[in-house]
């Protein structure tokens, strides 16, 4: 069974940073599209950031594109997102997700993943 934990969120003003981190487990194959996405309350998803495990290669939504980083351990099966510059608007719900490696960017964008976290909240205050 497939299971991915976050951590790391909380309540931070604006320009400060956060590290948020998901442990995934009982994903057999190594080589995959790891991401991160988030929902504002009455906002659609939005993919944040998608990494291949493999190759290293990452895709950022331009929102986040230069503050945001997306990164892993493979000892520790975790992933990261540093989140630095933090602004009001980056407030929402963070979920990590994974999924086979087939069009990593594409799920960037589609935020089309078929294992997701149970989120970790991040608010930045102004």
């Known amino acids: 069974q497939v299971q991915l934990v976050e951590s790391g969120g909380g309540s931070v003003q604006a320009g400060g940073s956060l590290r948020l981190s998901c442990r995934v487990s009982?994903?057999?194959?190594?080589?995959?599209?790891l991401g991160w996405y988030r929902q504002a309350v009455g906002k659609e998803r939005e993919g944040v950031a998608t990494f291949y495990t493999d190759t290293s290669a990452a895709f950022y939504a331009d929102s986040v594109k230069g503050r945001f980083t997306i990164s892993q351990d493979n000892a520790k099966n975790t992933h990261y997102l540093q989140m630095n510059s933090l602004k009001p608007e980056d407030t929402a719900m963070y979920y990590c997700a994974t999924d086979t490696r087939t069009l990593c960017e594409t799920r960037l964008r589609q935020v089309d993943f078929t294992y997701r976290g149970q989120g970790t909240q991040v608010t930045v205050s102004s």
């Open positions: 009982g994903y057999a194959e190594s080589r995959r599209c």
